[in-house]
Each structure stands twice: as C-alpha cells, then as structure tokens.
C-alpha cells in the first residue's frame, strides 16, 4: 500500500512538470521579460553591464541543456529541424524532459494496474517516444496546410504588386507584412536575412529547406530561372499561383475518393488492440498469459507481425503523390 502512495505522488508530481513544460512561457512573464530588456537598453552604468551578463549566464546554462539534451537524444539535427519546422518554440531540452514524463507515467499507471515491470516500462517507453513524435508530426503537418493554402494568395499579392511597379524585393515585405499566419512569418523571416546582407536567393532557398513543401521549391525555382532567363515575372507568377491552386484542388479530390479506404484501414488495424484492452481491462488474468506463456508470446508476435504488414500494404495503396 505504501508503495502504491509513493507511485501515486511521483505520478502526479511527473504530470505537473509535463503540463509546466507543455504550457510553455506566461504572458505575465514574458511581458515582465520584455519589460527588464527595454530597461536594460535604456539604463547606464554598472547595473546595465550586471543584467547583461546575467542574461548571457542564463543563455549559456540553457545552451548547456540543450546540448546535453543532445548527446542522448539520437539524431539531434534532425529533431532540431523537425521542431523549428512546427513554428513553435520547442527545444530538444524540452522535447526530452516531456518524452521522460510521458514514459514515466505510463509505466507507474501500469504497474499501479498489477502490469510487470519490464512490460510497464517497454509500454511507458513506447508511448514517450511516439506519443510527442506523434504530436510534432500533427504541428508540422498543420501548420504546412495552413502555409499551402495560403500561399496562392500571397503569389497573387506579389503579382499585384509587379504589375503595380514594386520591385521583387518590396513585394516580399508587402507580402510578410499583410499574409498573416505562417505565410506572412516566413516572408518576414526572408525579408529580415535580406536587410542583413543575405542575397534574395540563399534566403529563399534556406526557407525551402526548412519549410520541405514543393510549392515553395517551385516558387523559389521559378524565381531562380526567372533572374536568369529574364521574361515578364508577374505572368509567371501569376500561372504558377494557377497552377498551385489546381494542385491543391487535385488533393482534395483524391483526399474525398480515398477516405472510405482510409477509414477501412483505421478500423481493421485498430480494432484488434482495442479489444485487446477491453478485455484486459475486464479479465486481467485471462489476458495475462500473453505476457507468461511462451506460445502465446510467439503466436502474438507473429500476429504483430502480420498486422503491420497488412497496415503497411493499406496505406501504401490509399497513399497518392501529386
């Protein structure tokens, strides 16, 4: 009994600190922040010079958490990039403590439920690896539909501004200051690396990188080609927007003639977890013995097996590439 309290409190205490870190700054602080830099910028003498390395020492510390943060994590530049790519100020730092809260929890729930512990913590540690990896990919995958459906509107913006006699490079500005959402941040992002000296072109091409959408490859393809060539830049413009909204009109066409197959999928691979845990939830003895007898493992592992395989082939033939 007392083993169970002492759980119960380290549970609860992981899920505070997983929902502290998943909140991310207050308001209050962040305005409190901004606050004490614009004193700083404004103040004289020794205690400007003493908030200044203070801030430098909390910068290194953090510095220093990330990079230990990096040296377990696997692939740390591509986690990186995953994160920046979700527009949200995520560090590896953070990604790691919330994985750690997630595997924790999960694993004390299930042996609070009589789970052994090599399977508790297999399961915690499941969970903690897919379920923020999951949460990333939804953030990246929104906030790329968000960019592609906009991003049409921003070309015509830039069509309009040609036409009207601005060059390319005020376009862009017009385009960051008047798109909002993530179009109109990564146009300031471009913008902001070209007041600095960055060329037109190495700004964009950083922005594709990062970004990984073909309409932004095309557009910044089409620009390149353009400065090279030469031509009327508005009408090319003007029919690639054409084109991207065509695009983007064929995705939802096949997104509607391939959504019975998708839900087909979801259920047949999902139902036979499901009931599973349903089951388990009900007779815990009885669902037991796939986890003690050495058949039952063998013939459970096998079914795994075959059921990501079958999953596999399901989404391969409902997954279409434009």
Known sequence: MFLYLILIAVGVALLLLLLKLASGPSPSKSLKRRMELVKERHAEGVTAAAQAQIRKLMAA?????????????????????????????????????????????????????????????????????????????FLIKRRINKFTANFP??????????????????????????????????????????????????????????????????FVITLAIQRETGGNLAETLSNLADVLRKRSQMKLKI?????????????????????????????PGYMGNFFVDQRLIVAGMGGLVWMGIGVFIMAKMVNFEI
């Not at 839900?263 to 599973?276: D, K, N, R, T």
């Open 61 to 137: 510390r953090a510095s220093r958490i990330d990079g230990f943060a990096s040296s377990i994590i696997p692939r740390p530049a591509l986690l990186r990039k995953r994160l920046e790519m979700t527009g949200k100020n995520i560090s590896l730092a953070k990604y790691a403590a919330i994985s750690l809260g997630i595997t924790g929890i999960v694993t004390m729930l299930l042996m609070f439920r009589g789970a052994p512990f090599f399977l508790s913590f297999f399961v915690g540690l499941f969970f903690g690896v897919g379920v923020p990896h999951f949460i990333i990919g």
């Open 153 to 218: 509107d921003a070309i015509e913006l830039m069509v309009r501004g040609l036409r009207s006699g601005l060059p390319i490079s005020e376009t862009l500005g017009v385009v960051a200051s008047e798109i909002g959402g993530p179009v109109g941040i990564e146009f300031r992002t471009v913008a902001d690396k070209m007041k600095i000296g960055r060329t037109m072109e190495a700004a964009l091409q950083e922005t594709a990188d990062r970004l990984g959408t073909p309409e932004f490859q095309f």
């Open 255 to 283: 997104k509607a003639m391939s959504s019975e197959s998708k839900a087909s999928a979801y259920i047949v691979g999902s139902l036979p977890f499901v009931v599973f845990g349903l089951v388990w939830m009900i007779n």
